[in-house]
Structure formats: C-alpha cells, structure tokens
C-alpha cells in the first residue's frame, strides 16, 4: 500500500480536477489521491472514470456544500482509517503547485506537520489582488498573536500531516467551517505538543480573482479565533 494519501477538497473543479490528479500520480513519489467533491458540475463523474484506469484514485462525493473544512476531516478519516502514514491537503485549482510536493515530503516524519507557507523566505504570492493580501497577512499575524504556535501561515491549506500527529486530532471538537478549520487543527494540535515545519512555496491564484470579502466575513474570522482558543483552553 502506498505510505501517502493527498486529500484534495473540490467544488466545481471539473476544468483543473483530472488534471491536478494525473500530475500528483506522476510525480516520483505516486501519492493515492483522495478527491472530496461537493460540486454540481461533473468533476465527480470524471474521478469516477479515472478510477477505472486508476486504482490508487479514490472518491467522497457529498451532495451540498459541505465546506473546505468539513472536506479536509472527511478525508483525514478516511486516510486514518485506511492506515497513511502521510496525509496531504492541497487545493483543486492549483493555487498549490504539486511539484512543490515532494520537496515538502522531505521534511515529513509521522511525528510533525509541514506547512507549504506563503510568508517564509523563498516564499512567493502570485496574481494576488492587493486586498486579499493585505487580509490574509494581517489574519495571520492576529492569529499568530492569539495561539501563539510559532507559525507564520495558519490559513494556507498546503500542507502533510504525519500519522503520529494527525491522529491526536479531536475532530468532534471542531466547531469552525470553511478555511478556519486550518487555524483550529493547528491551535488544537499544538496544545497537544505536535510540532510545525513551515516550507516556502510559490502561491498562484488561478481562478478566484478580485475577492469577495465582505466586513460581516472579516469579523467573523477574527473572532473565530478567540473562539477556537476558548473552546481549546482545557487541553
């Protein structure tokens, strides 16, 4: 059996989705992949004919939009349970480069997580609009202040989680939805002595463009914090 399983959460990624999963099989490592689709489009029929030629391809399809979040435990339970010793997050529309992927398994063991980040050196942020930045940089530094891990990007979903590590995770606590789930997996295991591996990578925004944020979506992701750091403070 493979040793390592990458998690990819989709929603409506039929034009990047069978071309993300051939790119990740053909890298020398040959990871199994694990597509979680919640899309209305026909990703999931695509999987399903990739599985035909594909063994080491496998599907969660869920009907509504389940969230990032909600993807991404999905798939740890079921690389636990099928006995990984490495599970992978990565994004669909290859905001995260799979080439990158073996360079972060070189720092893998079971015991630790290694982030892909986009604010260590070497690091670098594509086709970002200047206002995503400004958020996402200062989302990390608060977050960073309130849980103080030691990390510098809580909100990037690139990353491998070691089996030792992965498997201290609490998943019934977690309370948050959509990409904060990433903030309290990491604030969760660390209060549980995991240790962090950030490496640089390149990030590409690809397909999500001009963003969306709204001051009521603001708000909610910084007071998620603190309600992620209460609702941990026993452990």
């Not at 490592?29 to 695509?46: F, N, T, Y």
């Not at 309130?146 to 201290?168: L, W």
């Not at 309370?175 to 990030?203: D, H, M, N």
Request: aromatic share 10%; net charge positive.
């Amino acid at each position: 059996m493979n040793q390592t399983l990458v998690i990819i959460p989709a929603y409506n990624e039929e034009e990047n989705i069978i071309k993300l999963v051939e790119q990740l099989r053909a890298l020398p490592i040959s990871p199994d992949v694990l597509v979680v689709d919640d899309g209305k489009d026909r990703a999931a029929e695509m999987v399903r004919d990739l599985q035909t030629r594909d063994p080491h391809v496998f599907l969660i399809k869920r009907e509504g939009k389940g969230g990032r979040g909600s993807a991404v435990l999905a798939g740890i339970r079921f690389g636990l349970e099928k006995g990984y010793r490495f599970l992978v997050e990565m994004d669909a529309d290859f905001s995260h480069d799979p080439n990158e992927l073996p360079r972060l398994m070189e720092a893998a063991t079971e015991d630790i997580v290694v982030i892909g980040s986009r604010y260590v050196r070497g690091s670098k942020i594509e086709n970002w609009p200047l206002k995503r930045r400004i958020f996402s940089r200062f989302a990390n530094v608060y977050t960073g202040l309130a849980f103080q891990i030691g990390i510098h990007d809580y909100t990037n979903g690139y990353r491998v989680y070691g089996r030792n590590a992965i498997a201290k995770l609490d998943m019934n606590r977690i309370r948050a939805v959509g990409y904060i789930v990433l903030s309290e997996i990491s604030y969760q295991l660390y209060k549980k002595g995991v240790r962090f591996v950030e490496r640089p990578i390149t990030f590409v925004n690809r397909t999500r463009g001009g963003s969306n944020l709204t001051l009521k979506e603001i708000k909610e992701a910084f007071t998620a914090v603190w309600k992620i750091r209460r609702a941990n403070s026993d452990l």
